[in-house]
């Protein structure tokens, strides 16, 4: 059978195309360098510290980071796949971010991640 496909609202339309602004300056910013490991790479990912669910925080740059596929999602020591070790990376080696990122959480009422 026939997988049917929807077609996008303007708004997704205008979300997907503001996603992909947010993900181009925050590889600009990282010179499209992964922030762990330093490598440089025009496949670098642009990874949401805190979720995009989170409207406030969506497509705020500060809230993005530039990771190899391995630190973002494949491997071990990934953001995805181990939140713990990526929050305790991100308080040894970008305590600015994470401070930002923080003060910007406390100002949700409810939030559910």
Same mark, same amino acid.
Request: charged share 30%.
């Given at each position: 059978?026939?997988?049917?496909?929807?077609?996008?609202?303007?708004?997704?339309?205008?979300?997907?195309?503001?996603?992909?602004?947010?993900?181009?300056?925050?590889?600009?910013?990282?010179? #499209?360098?992964?922030?762990?490991?330093? $490598? =440089?790479?025009?496949?670098?990912?642009?990874?949401?510290? &805190?979720?995009?669910?989170? @409207?406030?925080?969506?497509?705020?740059?500060?809230?993005?980071?530039?990771?190899?596929?391995?630190?973002?999602?494949?491997?071990?020591?990934?953001?995805?796949?181990?939140?713990?070790?990526? #929050?305790?990376?991100?308080?040894?080696? $970008? =305590?600015?971010?994470?401070?930002?990122?923080?003060?910007? &959480?406390?100002?949700?009422? @409810?939030?559910?991640?």
């Amino acid at each position: 059978m026939a997988r049917q496909y929807r077609k996008k609202t303007a708004k997704q339309k205008q979300e997907k195309e503001m996603d992909e602004i947010w993900a181009f300056k925050v590889k600009e910013r990282d010179d #499209y360098t992964c922030q762990v490991c330093k $490598k =440089k790479s025009s496949n670098v990912n642009a990874h949401h510290i &805190l979720p995009r669910g989170l @409207k406030g925080l969506r497509w705020d740059v500060n809230n993005g980071i530039s990771l190899c596929a391995y630190h973002h999602s494949l491997g071990p020591w990934s953001a995805h796949k181990n939140a713990i070790w990526f #929050y305790g990376w991100l308080n040894e080696n $970008k =305590k600015d971010t994470l401070r930002y990122i923080m003060a910007k &959480l406390s100002q949700y009422e @409810k939030v559910i991640i």
